[in-house]
């Protein structure tokens, strides 16, 4: 994904995952049903970048976290949706863990 942004790809693929289209997705976000698909296409294609209150929406609509769609592995992808279904709880449990491992400072 070199120095492009991820999310393009990452709406891309977590759209067709769920087997929702470009205009049935925009729809459920609250557009217009005659320019929905027009405007997903142009997020998908990365002409157009959706603001956080929409990306936000987006990632519900989805079942994703908003991170999900700026990680640039799909690795990272991977986790972070894993991540996100835990309770804090157990995010906090696998952070100590981590933490356990990687004997560095966060950043």
Avoid: W
Avoid at 96 to 105: F, G, H, N, T, Y
Wanted: charged residues 25%; contains cysteine; neutral net charge.
């Amino acid at each position: 994904m070199a120095d492009s942004s991820p999310l393009p790809q990452r709406l891309l693929e977590a759209r067709t995952l769920k087997g929702i289209s470009q205009k049935g997705l925009g729809i459920q976000l609250g557009m217009e049903p005659g320019s929905a698909s027009g405007r997903m296409n142009h997020y998908e294609k990365g002409r157009h970048t959706p603001d956080y209150p929409t990306l936000k929406r987006i990632a519900a609509e989805l079942d994703v976290p908003v991170a999900y769609f700026f990680c640039e592995s799909h690795v990272m992808a991977e986790l972070v949706c894993h991540i996100a279904k835990l309770s804090e709880k157990d995010q906090k449990a696998l952070l100590s863990q981590i933490k356990d491992v990687k004997e560095e400072p966060f950043l």
